[in-house]
Nanobody
């Protein structure tokens, strides 16, 4: 089992940048595929970005491609989401999630139901 804690959320102006983090404890972080999801008020949770347990493969939602970068530091048991050129529509609660590492040929899942462990979320608000 792994425990996840997000941090780094806050209020930022449109066009600005923010980096959020997900710190993991418990079982070996390096064996988990990781993902970032977000949920805005009145909307369903959506996939933002994911990274394989090896760190070699990443996947992004079309809405954030080219603006957000996901990364991980297995030595620090931490995953990051660097968010640039933020837009008001990026406002949401951002949550990190983990699932047991899958073979590379299976890719990175964008389905929240396939993730077993979740953090409590961190609020990101982008002001226009």
């Amino acid at each position: 089992q792994v425990q996840l804690v997000e941090s780094g959320g806050g209020l930022v102006q449109a066009g600005g940048s923010l980096r959020i983090s997900c710190a993991a404890s418990g079982r070996a972080f390096s064996t988990y595929d990781m993902g970032w999801f977000r949920q805005a008020p009145g909307k369903e949770r959506e996939f933002v970005a994911g990274i394989k347990w090896t760190g070699e493969n990443t996947r992004y939602a079309d809405s954030v491609k080219g603006r957000f970068t996901i990364s991980r530091d297995n030595a620090k048991n931490t995953m990051y989401l660097q968010m640039n050129s933020l837009k008001p529509e990026d406002t949401a609660v951002y949550s990190c999630a983990a699932r047991m590492g899958q073979p590379s040929y299976l890719g990175i899942s964008g389905d929240s139901a396939r993730y077993d462990y979740w953090g409590q979320g961190t609020q990101v608000t982008v002001a226009s």
